[in-house]
Nanobody
Framework: QVQLVESGGGLVQAGGSLRLSCAAS????????MSWFRQSPGKERTFVATISWGGSSTYYADSVKGRFTISRDNAKNTIYLQLNSLKPEDTAVYFCAGGSSRSTSAGRYDYWGQGTQVTVSS
């Protein structure tokens, strides 16, 4: 079992930055591929970024490529999402997710956090 708790969301102006964290409990954290998804009101949850269990491989949605960076620290059981050059369309609830393999499909993940709100003002 893995429990995930996100933090770091907030209100920021367009062009600003935030750093999201996702703390995991459970000693098997390092065995899981981890990802970030986001969801805006009335819309489906969409893929943002994913990182392999060892941290050597990452993949991003085209909409965030070059602006967001995913990383992980297995010693701290934590993954991060650095959000730079934020745009109003990045406004959403951001969720971290853990699964046995990387995927851009939300349905492939077994564990989810409660989400953290990111609001970008224009």
């Amino acid at each position: 079992q893995v429990q995930l708790v996100e933090s770091g969301g907030g209100l920021v102006q367009a062009g600003g930055s935030l750093r999201l964290s996702c703390a995991a409990s459970g000693r098997t954290f390092r065995n899981y591929a981890m990802s970030w998804f986001r969801q805006s009101p009335g819309k489906e949850r969409t893929f943002v970024a994913t990182i392999s269990w060892g941290g050597s491989s990452t993949y991003y949605a085209d909409s965030v490529k070059g602006r967001f960076t995913i990383s992980r620290d297995n010693a701290k059981n934590t993954i991060y999402l650095q959000l730079n050059s934020l745009k109003p369309e990045d406004t959403a609830v951001y969720f971290c997710a853990g699964g046995s393999s990387r995927s851009t499909s939300a349905g492939r993940y077994d564990y989810w956090g409660q989400g953290t709100q990111v609001t970008v003002s224009s």
